[in-house]
């Protein structure tokens, strides 16, 4: 069973940012693709970026060019910094190894002035 620990979220203002974060463990981390998702009330959980075993990243349509998803796998961390927020973004953000079910609790992140 992999353990996934997000931090990082919060309130912030349009335009903001903020940069979340992701411990796992019981995987060896560098083996396996990334990813993190998002839930908004009364949504379905979508994808919002992925990163590969090789540093190989692609993002929703929606996040492209103001969210950046990397990896520290010397520190088992995957990393989603997330700039010119917009209200739309709220959500509770978790992330995953595709390759497994297990989710972590995720943290929230909501934009509002």
């Known amino acids: 069973q992999v353990q996934l620990v997000e931090s990082g979220g919060g309130l912030v203002q349009p335009g903001g940012s903020l940069r979340l974060s992701c411990v796992a463990s019981r995987i060896n981390f560098s083996f396996y693709d990334m990813a993190w998702y998002r839930q908004a009330p009364g949504k379905q959980r979508e994808l919002v970026a992925t990163?590969?075993?090789?540093?190989?990243?692609n993002y929703a349509d929606s996040v492209k060019g103001r969210f950046t998803i990397s990896r520290n796998n010397s520190k088992n961390m995957v990393f989603l910094q997330m700039d010119s927020l917009k209200p739309e973004d709220t959500a509770v953000y978790y992330c995953?190894?595709?390759?497994?079910?297990?989710w972590g609790q995720g943290t929230q992140v909501t934009v509002s002035a």
């Open positions: 990163i590969s075993t090789r540093d190989s990243t």
């Open positions: 995953k190894v595709p390759r497994f079910a297990d």
